[in-house]
């Protein structure tokens, strides 16, 4: 067993699945649930599927502990270092175990991913976090297991397994084109695949579709839920870590001044409190910022503020985040869509992916970057048709791959480069690091003694 600095993470880890499991025995009478899952297992998971719409909250919780349970069982038995982007990870699996991710359809992309680990010689713990991210191509397997006969789950195992194979290479060049402003690289990645997936499935007499399942009327009792869990991660963060308040706040108001850029190791940076603390906070804002635009608590947000909480672990906190969720408001004024659209509400929320533009340039342009996110999100998933769980991630790839040299050479006037390091490298590690100068990247962060 590796030596792993942050081994007591398994039992909150842990302690978080049982949370899930048990929203989900109290927010719906347990006997509907087995019918639920039943449901989430046998329904095409193109975007958008909230399994709150048509299995209920508590079934779509029950296999989001699931999922969750599963990841961990996986980081465990990999022996993945742990650090920040472990919580990513988790917020994400669970918060897309809302809509989107189950226990039948993630399966073959873990085992691609395990035969590339294999084909390279190299110990799966590397790769263990790209088996976790490239199920957002999952509706894929979902799809093609569903349709129809052994056919189709012979299909949807080996294209499943294609996926998980070939992701690791791609999305280790992807993230280094992306320069670090678009922190859902898988997203970017995966969205690339899934524009050949589409086109050649389509060619042999298989089109996906979109869909639109959207649970409403459940703004109250997620609201408690959600607030509950950030004021607890808060009130941990500040007061269960073994170290003064003030050295906390001190630490959080050291994170507020970093540009976010990936990748951005908060956990390893600042420390557990610092960043418990940034989970809650930027939590409450996710979902505030829902609320007050008139949107809905549902799987799908729900999954989203989830995103945010995990990513507040990797390169978001609430001073680059708010500029690129204002951006999106801006859009709303002038284009000619609504706020209240059920795409838009996630837009609102997954395009805190390009957060790091905003630290990184300033926050004009990251109000720029959500502006223009708001409206090529609502396409970029048309030609994939839905397949691609992280779309928004796929839409902030395009724009961050074209905003960073136009900014680097307009603005910064200097010639833009390609990003230098190995998107790997920096998961492999869970050794503390040295923050970089407040509102500089984090480029190569330098390792320093325990």
């Known amino acids: 067993m590796k030596s792993l600095r942050y081994q007591k993470m398994y039992r909150w880890l842990l302690a978080y699945v049982g949370c899930l499991l048990l929203a989900g025995l109290v927010l719906d009478d347990p006997r509907n649930i087995p019918a639920g899952l039943w449901t989430i297992l046998t329904t095409e998971d193109s975007l958008i599927t909230d399994y709150v719409a048509i299995a209920g909250p508590g079934a779509a919780l029950v296999n989001a502990a699931l999922v969750t349970l599963v990841s961990v069982g996986l980081l465990r038995l990999s022996e993945e270092p742990l650090n920040g982007y472990v919580l990513v990870e988790i917020g994400l699996m669970s918060g897309f175990a809302l809509f989107g991710k189950n226990l039948l359809n993630i399966w073959p992309i873990f085992l691609g991913t395990w035969l590339y680990s294999r084909y390279r010689r190299e110990p799966f713990s590397k790769y263990v976090s790209v088996a976790l991210m490239a199920t957002s191509l999952s509706p894929v397997v979902s799809f093609l297991c569903l349709s129809g006969g052994w056919l189709g789950w012979t299909a949807g195992l080996l294209v499943g397994a294609l996926i998980g194979f070939v992701l690791p290479p791609l999305s280790a060049y992807t993230f280094r084109i992306q320069n670090g402003m678009n922190l859902y690289n898988m997203g970017f990645a995966c969205g690339l695949l899934a524009m050949i997936l589409v086109p050649v499935m389509a060619s042999l007499g298989h089109s996906p579709s979109t869909a639109l399942y959207w649970a409403t009327g459940y703004d109250l009792p997620f609201g408690i839920a959600l607030g509950v869990l950030c004021t607890l991660l808060i009130l941990c963060g500040l007061l269960a870590c073994g170290k003064p308040v003030w050295a906390v706040w001190a630490g959080y108001r050291r994170l507020l001044q970093t540009t976010g850029r990936a990748p951005s190791d908060y956990l ?143 603005f910064r006037h200097r010639n833009p480069v390609l990003q230098n390091e190995d998107y790997f490298e920096a998961l492999e590690e869970d050794s503390p690091i040295v923050p970089p100068p407040p509102h500089e990247d984090q480029e190569a962060g330098t390792e320093i003694d325990a």
């Open 268 to 410: 390893r940076m600042f420390g557990v409190a610092p960043v418990l603390v940034n989970m809650g906070v930027n939590g409450l804002i996710g979902m505030a910022f829902i609320l007050a635009t008139g949107g809905d608590l549902n799987g799908p947000t729900i999954g989203g503020i989830l995103t945010i909480m995990g990513f507040s672990a990797f390169g978001k906190h609430a001073g680059n985040i708010t500029p690129v969720m204002a951006g999106v408001f801006l859009g709303s004024i002038f284009m000619q869509w609504s706020l209240n659209d059920c795409s838009v509400q996630l837009a609102c929320l997954f395009c805190t992916t390009l957060a790091p533009i905003s630290g990184h340039f300033g926050w004009p342009f990251g109000v720029l970057a959500g502006f223009l996110h708001s409206s090529v999100v609502l396409h970029a998933g048309t030609p994939v048709e839905g397949i691609n769980l992280y779309n928004n991630g796929f839409s902030g790839g395009i724009i961050a791959t074209v905003l960073y040299p136009v900014l680097t050479t307009v």
